[in-house]
């Protein structure tokens, strides 16, 4: 018998054994054999492990791991704070309503349409104003008109007009130039100066004086903005350097100098809602006019609610304010900012969203302009210098495009050239203010250039990529922009056109004719 018969038959008597002993056992006892064939029994660890929780209650592991607590810098996911911002918009309109029904009981409905002081004067002289100032910007027109004939007489004697003007055609271009330029600088200097002088010494309201002004710096912008540009593209038309042309930015192939020096391509730019100049500008293909009437109905809603808002609680507080800044209280003083920064918010916010939201895509979609990109998330700005970037794009890209990068081409240090745009915007803000409200008393010019140290103090803190450096920068920011900043102004061009116009001149003249 050979090796593998052996294991053969050892194989089958194995079997056999194991055979008869499960026969055996399954006659003794029929409920283990039931269980061995019951499919419960080939339950996954994960559901045995539920049933011995369920079967055992007080035995389940609720320690199993190390984790850290929720708010912990350790934490490996980030909390969401839903919750926390349900909670403060809750407290905030609670605490709104809470004081409206105290200011109602105080002070009665403040309200009233017929109580104004607008002088007929006023309004002459406003509407008169704002159909003159757009003259300005035809007259940047008459100039470039003639400056674009000469060049197209320049470019005419030259060979193909494609080679470079000889030296005695770029000295004639450089000399009027020259004259062009100062007929530009007188022409935008009365679009400003005109107005800022009628305001000051003939409108007497501060809500006409601030539309005229406004209006008026508006198209001072735009104006030398077309002059600044046109300038460029002549110089670039009259002096062709190989590939520079190509260069250009591409839309502006839609429109080439000289043939974007036309009426109808100035009065686009005078409707448009940009103050930068371009020969051409993205364009939508219709008019939506249900978007129109949304937005308008926007802007005619916030625009009640901040006449509402502003006679019914930032009138009793600012009056109520008068005599704690006469005597000099400076706790009283703290608590009338914090009191007028809420509702100052309020009303700011609103006018923000009536401007930049409702009115300009509203104006954006009547003219079809494209790029409506009118701000960005400000309000988390990690920075003062975030924060002036993104809330007024308008405004930031025009003093980018004409103040900051022609200052840097000429080798100006960036913080230079960041001084000079902030020294600008200051002056700006001043004449926007102090004009309107016949008080030059330089807070707008100081709350705007004192952004600076703010603006050093924040960007490391948003350069720091981490949570805390962020946290810290938007905190720095809203507290400067809603206590430090707006309430602060408020109260002292308030104070001032008491002192010059209201009750605090009547105390002032009072008290110096019972002290002599």
């Known amino acids: 018998m050979n090796t593998a018969t052996v294991t053969s038959l050892e194989s089958s008597a194995a079997t056999t054994s194991s055979s008869l002993r499960n026969t055996h056992n399954g006659s003794s006892n029929p409920k283990a054999a039931a269980e061995s064939t019951n499919p419960e029994n080939h339950r996954t660890t994960e559901e045995l492990r539920r049933a011995v929780q369920r079967k055992y209650r007080h035995v389940a592991?609720?320690?199993?791991?190390?984790?850290?607590?929720?708010?912990?810098?350790?934490?490996?996911?980030?909390?969401?704070?839903?919750?926390?911002?349900?909670?403060?918009?809750?407290?905030?309109?609670?605490?709104?309503?809470?004081l409206m029904i105290e200011n109602i009981e105080k002070y009665g409905v403040l309200i009233c349409v017929r109580c104004h002081d607008f002088r007929r004067q006023d309004l002459a002289l406003g509407l008169g104003l704002y159909l003159l100032i757009p003259c300005h910007l035809f007259a940047a027109y008459l100039i470039?008109?003639?400056?674009?004939?000469?060049?197209?007489?320049?470019?005419?004697?030259?060979?193909?007009?494609?080679?470079?003007?000889?030296?005695?055609?770029?000295?004639?271009?450089?000399?009027?130039?020259?004259i062009i330029a100062w007929i530009h600088a007188v022409n935008i200097t009365l679009a400003l100066a005109v107005t800022s002088y009628v305001v000051y010494f003939h409108i007497h309201h501060p809500l006409i004086g601030?539309?005229?002004?406004?209006?008026?710096?508006?198209?001072?912008?735009?104006?030398?903005?077309?002059?600044?540009?046109?300038?460029?593209?002549?110089?670039?038309?009259?002096?062709?350097?190989?590939?520079?042309?190509?260069?250009?930015?591409?839309?502006?192939?839609?429109?080439?100098?000289?043939?974007?020096?036309?009426?109808?391509?100035?009065?686009?730019?005078?409707?448009?809602?940009?103050?930068?100049?371009?020969?051409?500008?993205p364009r939508t293909d219709k008019i939506r006019w249900v978007f129109v009437a949304k937005r308008m109905a926007e802007v005619f809603g916030l625009s009640v609610f901040i006449w509402f808002a502003s006679a019914q609680?930032?009138?009793?507080?600012?009056?109520?304010?008068?005599?704690?800044?006469?005597?000099?209280?400076?706790?009283?003083?703290?608590?009338r900012l914090m009191k007028l920064s809420t509702i100052s918010l309020v009303i700011w916010l609103a006018g923000f969203f009536a401007l930049f939201q409702s009115f300009l895509n509203a104006l954006a979609e009547v003219t079809r302009f494209g790029d409506r990109c009118f701000y960005e998330d400000w309000w988390n700005s990690e920075s003062l210098g975030a924060y002036w970037r993104l809330w007024n794009k308008p405004v930031y890209q025009y003093f980018k495009r004409h103040v900051y990068s022609p200052l840097i081409g000429r080798g100006w240090s960036p913080k230079a050239a960041?001084?000079?745009?902030?020294?600008?915007?200051?002056?700006?803000?001043?004449?926007?203010?102090?004009?309107?409200?016949?008080?030059?008393?330089?807070?707008?010019?100081?709350?705007?250039?004192?952004?600076?140290?703010?603006?050093?103090?924040?960007?490391?803190?948003?350069?720091?990529?981490t949570p805390t450096g962020r946290m810290l920068g938007n905190c720095i920011f809203w507290v400067s922009f809603t206590i430090l900043g707006q309430p602060f102004a408020a109260l002292m061009y308030f104070y001032a056109w008491q002192a010059k116009y209201g009750s605090v001149s009547r105390q002032i003249a009072w008290s110096s004719v019972t002290s002599s």
């Open 61 to 98: 592991a609720v320690h199993s791991k190390s984790r850290p607590s929720t708010l912990s810098h350790d934490s490996n996911t980030a909390p969401s704070f839903i919750g926390f911002r349900n909670l403060m918009v809750i407290v905030l309109i609670v605490g709104n309503l809470r």
């Open 144 to 178: 470039e008109l003639a400056a674009a004939q000469q060049a197209r007489g320049l470019r005419s004697k030259s060979k193909d007009g494609a080679a470079s003007p000889t030296h005695d055609q770029r000295a004639l271009f450089n000399s009027t130039w020259k």
């Open 210 to 281: 601030t539309l005229t002004e406004l209006h008026a710096i508006i198209v001072w912008l735009k104006t030398a903005s077309y002059a600044f540009t046109n300038r460029d593209l002549r110089h670039a038309y009259l002096h062709p350097v190989k590939g520079e042309l190509a260069a250009m930015p591409e839309i502006y192939q839609q429109c080439p100098y000289p043939h974007n020096i036309t009426m109808h391509n100035l009065a686009y730019f005078w409707w448009a809602p940009t103050l930068v100049y371009q020969p051409a500008y």
């Open 313 to 335: 609680y930032a009138a009793p507080v600012l009056i109520n304010s008068l005599d704690t800044i006469a005597s000099l209280d400076i706790p009283k003083i703290l608590e």
């Open 418 to 465: 960041q001084l000079a745009v902030f020294f600008a915007s200051a002056v700006l803000h001043e004449v926007l203010v102090g004009i309107p409200t016949h008080n030059i008393i330089g807070v707008a010019f100081a709350g705007m250039f004192l952004q600076l140290p703010l603006i050093a103090i924040t960007t490391p803190l948003e350069k720091m990529h």
